[in-house]
């Protein structure tokens, strides 16, 4: 049985590739909140904290054009829209936690989770693919923040 948290990203990564999806196919009427819901109907005796598969999922949505301008330098070679809607999802959801979940969860955690989800959900490369760009994104945006902020108290 899954870790109540990692339950709580499959959720989250499920209800996430959902609503992306029927909004490609100019669905108009998708409501994330009611994608979240029934998802978490489908786990709810699991999930014990729902509050944390809420606030993912908005925290992802919210903050999505930041996310994929941060995420798009890592992986030069494969613009955004290129990318694998499963692996722009948990890279996405990887990115989130490491830039504002970070004094909740260790970046080793969140990484781990994500090339978890890959392996699970993702083809034959994307765990490789996520590890690789979320390392790159902890050390050139976390890492670099925590030195700069360092050496300004300083």
């Known amino acids: 049985m899954a870790s109540n948290r990692h339950l709580g990203r499959i959720v ?10 029927r909004l490609q196919s100019q ?16 786990y709810k005796e699991s ?14 949505l919210e903050h999505q054009d930041n996310l994929d301008e941060k995420l798009q330098p890592m992986a030069p070679g494969w613009p955004l829209d290129q990318i694998a809607r499963i692996d722009r999802n948990i890279l996405r ?6 830039l504002y979940k970070g004094d909740s969860v260790p970046p080793k955690v969140v990484i781990n ?8 959900f993702g083809s034959d490369n994307s765990s490789k693919f996520i590890n690789g760009v979320l390392g790159t994104a902890y050390r050139t945006l976390v890492e670099a923040e925590d030195q700069a902020h360092a050496e300004a108290d300083n």
Do not use: C, P
Request: charged share 35%.
């Open 47 to 60: 999930i014990e904290d729902k509050d944390f598969v809420r606030s993912l999922a908005a925290g992802v």
């Open 113 to 120: 989770e994500a090339v978890e989800l890959a392996k699970a």
């Open 12 to 21: 989250t990564l499920q209800s996430l590739y959902e609503y992306e999806f």
């Open 93 to 98: 959801m990887g990115l989130y936690e490491l």
């Open 27 to 42: 669905d108009s009427h998708v409501d994330l909140e009611e994608v979240l819901s029934r998802n978490i109907e489908r």
